[in-house]
């Protein structure tokens, strides 16, 4: 049998009502995004990054009723705007390899998509940054969206001008999904990465996704209220991913940062600092000194 072909956490996405919005948010929040990205036509979408030296965020809007973006406005109708999907690494792997892998591991996937997209070169001019996706199955995975991602053009994508963020951001940490059945649930995450191992952490489960990369915290619905105590959780969508840990240089400085741009993040009884829903598009993200 070959190598499993994942290799970790590439970035996940905010799938998100207002993309402008949203934008506005994430830029008050200390964080610096590229250029917006238009996808083609025939997606109907468009994009923010925010760049870590590993991996990103995405903030994903809607910008045209097109068949290719139906999926897109119907999950906003149906659950709301949020962290909805976590995209995995394949490096140095085409993506037809990677799914005929998976294949033999018993692991169902979608089919491989091509694309690009125009970016805009701080230097002036314009360069393409092309990928390859395809999807988990709906089976194969316990919540949320997982897909993944292989990067054509990294150097148009991890543009060295995007990586420094006011907030002293340097990557991402945790992802945490609320599950009714978390064991089960993280044990389903793990065998979606070559290097999944699940371990027990507090009322849940931690599942390691790979070498420099993010990992899942897997929680009871229930526990969320003693995790991000003080937090309107009312606005998370069900069935997508919670909340987003991200490294940051001097906590301190990224909580007086926060602060002085009007928001009023949570002190955790972890010691980190967490930002809820309504000031973020949709998930709670939390801050982690590096």
Request: include cysteine; charged fraction near 20%.
């Given at each position: ?7 970790g956490i590439?970035?996940?996405f905010?799938?998100?009502d ?8 994430w830029r008050?929040?200390?964080f610096t995004?590229s250029p917006?990205?238009?996808?083609s036509?025939?997606?109907g979408?468009a994009?923010y990054?925010?760049?870590f030296?590993r991996?990103?965020l995405?903030?994903?809007?809607v910008?045209?009723?097109v068949?290719?973006?139906a999926a897109h406005r119907r999950?906003l109708a ?11 690494r ?5 993506a037809?390899?990677a799914?005929?892998?998976?294949s ?5 996937t ?8 125009p970016?805009?070169l701080?230097?002036?001019g314009?360069g393409?940054a092309a990928?390859s996706?395809f ?9 949320g969206h997982?897909?993944?991602c292989g990067?054509?053009?990294r150097?148009t994508?991890w543009l060295?001008?995007?990586?420094e ?6 990557g991402?940490d945790?992802?945490?999904?609320l ?14 990465f ?7 952490e507090g009322?849940?489960?931690?599942v390691a996704?790979?070498l420099?990369s993010a ?9 969320a209220?003693?995790?991000w105590p003080?937090l309107?959780?009312?606005?998370l969508?069900?069935d997508a991913y919670?909340?987003v840990a ?7 400085a ?15 009884p972890s010691g980190?600092i967490?930002?809820g ?5 949709g ?8």
């Amino acid at each position: 049998m070959t190598d499993h072909p994942v290799t970790g956490i590439d970035h996940a996405f905010l799938l998100v009502d207002d993309l402008e919005a949203a934008a506005a948010d994430w830029r008050r929040m200390g964080f610096t995004l590229s250029p917006r990205g238009l996808h083609s036509a025939a997606m109907g979408s468009a994009n923010y990054t925010m760049m870590f030296p590993r991996d990103y965020l995405e903030l994903l809007g809607v910008v045209s009723a097109v068949e290719g973006s139906a999926a897109h406005r119907r999950k906003l109708a149906e659950q709301g705007q949020g962290l909805h999907a976590i995209a995995v690494r394949i490096e140095g792997t085409k993506a037809e390899d990677a799914t005929a892998r998976l294949s033999e591991r018993g692991i169902a996937t979608g089919a491989v998509q091509h694309f690009s997209r125009p970016v805009d070169l701080p230097g002036g001019g314009q360069g393409e940054a092309a990928f390859s996706i395809f999807p988990y199955a709906p089976e194969e995975i316990p919540q949320g969206h997982v897909f993944a991602c292989g990067h054509h053009t990294r150097d148009t994508v991890w543009l060295p001008e995007l990586l420094e963020h006011p907030n002293g951001a340097q990557g991402l940490d945790s992802f945490t999904v609320l599950s009714p059945e978390p064991e089960k649930a993280a044990r389903g995450y793990a065998r979606l990465f070559a290097h999944g191992e699940v371990s027990a952490e507090g009322d849940g489960f931690r599942v390691a996704t790979g070498l420099d990369s993010a990992v899942l915290r897997v929680l009871p619905r229930e526990a969320a209220a003693a995790l991000w105590p003080g937090l309107d959780l009312t606005r998370l969508p069900r069935d997508a991913y919670a909340g987003v840990a991200i490294r940051v240089r001097d906590l301190a400085a990224t909580e007086a940062l926060l602060r002085g741009a009007g928001l009023n993040p949570a002190r955790l009884p972890s010691g980190s600092i967490a930002l809820g829903p309504e000031a973020t598009a949709g998930a709670v993200v939390e801050f982690v000194a590096d």
